[in-house]
């Protein structure tokens, strides 16, 4: 049922660590998420700046930052700023280009208090990879369909999935589900492509352990199932699951924060980023982050090299 397993890979960030999942040497994506990241658990003293990550530009993906925990601020060169909450989703999509900044509110920087997520990219097909950037305002529980019983409490955070839709819209077919399992409880990922679903899918823990037929799986890794799989997921002890898939978008170039098909789309971003061709977020236009001097890699199956430099995102 199972055709691999991947370990997310730690780093402190200098107060807080964070988990790369995605993308893995062996496994560039699963479906169109071409990179997830965790952020924490972890517990800022009052005065700690917990998340600070300058503005920097985006092109051929869509972002999104689900928070179990925590508060990070939002601002974009498209002159919206959005607190991203738990529970909330707060949909980017870079298109032909977007500048973003992530930072803590500085009343919870005086406060203190504790951050915990996840951090996804979702690849944009062909088509749309050079749509017009947009931000999809606050979508709050009411336009997240949730289920709960029995110890299982689960909310689908974007696409499609158990005959329910999440009123985020994406730009191809795919599912992101937040499980919370008291332990004991067991249930089912959406199904795989023998049965009529995605064709690609995977599990994150993010907190707790895990029962899948024979084999036991604890917070920081991913199982990325096999397409025709259909397993039951049995909760060892209480645990916070990350439930994705979709079908695949084709072959990617990810480079620092940039996505996209084409390698020389990739260079003209770079060289606009570099000149200074991309507008920087309204109320925080006077830092950004400089573009790195490293070569691009692409995704495949087969072994390669990890891509550097490093994502600036803090998840």
Excluded: C
């Excluded at 060892?236 to 390698?263: A, D, H, K, T, Y």
């Amino acid at each position: 049922m199972i055709e691999m397993v991947i370990d997310a890979r730690k780093k402190d960030l200098g107060g807080f660590e964070v988990g790369r999942v995605l993308p893995f040497a062996r496994r560039r994506m699963v479906g169109p998420f071409i990179f997830l990241d965790q952020m924490g658990p972890a517990e800022f003293a009052p005065g700690a700046d917990a998340v600070n990550v300058r503005p920097h530009p985006h092109i051929g993906l869509s972002t999104l930052t689900y928070l179990f925990e925590g508060e990070i601020l939002h601002r974009d060169s498209l002159g919206y700023t959005q607190p991203i909450r738990p529970g909330e989703v707060n949909w980017m999509t870079a298109g032909r280009g977007i500048v973003h900044s992530e930072r803590t509110d500085p009343v919870r920087i005086r406060t203190g208090g504790k951050l915990h997520g996840m951090q996804a990219w979702i690849a944009l097909p062909d088509d749309k990879e050079e749509v017009e950037p947009s931000f999809a305002h606050h979508h709050g529980s009411d336009d997240l369909p949730a289920y709960e019983q029995g110890g299982l409490f689960a909310r689908l955070v974007a696409g499609e999935a158990y005959g329910a839709k999440a009123a985020v819209e994406t730009a191809s077919p795919l599912f992101y589900v937040h499980w919370e399992m008291a332990e004991g409880v067991r249930t089912a990922p959406p199904p795989g492509r023998g049965a009529g679903g995605m064709s690609e899918r995977a599990l994150y823990v993010a907190r707790g352990e895990v029962e899948i037929g024979d084999h036991t799986f604890s917070e920081g890794q991913m199982v990325v199932l096999e397409p025709h799989a259909e397993p039951t997921v049995k909760a060892l002890r209480p645990s916070s699951v990350m439930v994705l898939g979709g079908e695949p978008v084709g072959e990617r170039i990810i480079w620092w924060n940039f996505v996209s098909s084409s390698q020389a789309r990739m260079d003209q971003a770079k060289a606009d980023w570099a000149a200074g061709r991309m507008k920087l977020p309204h109320e925080d236009d006077l830092e950004f982050i400089p573009l790195p001097d490293e070569p691009s890699v692409k995704s495949a199956p087969e072994p390669a090299p990890q891509p550097k430099p490093e994502p600036t995102h803090p998840v």
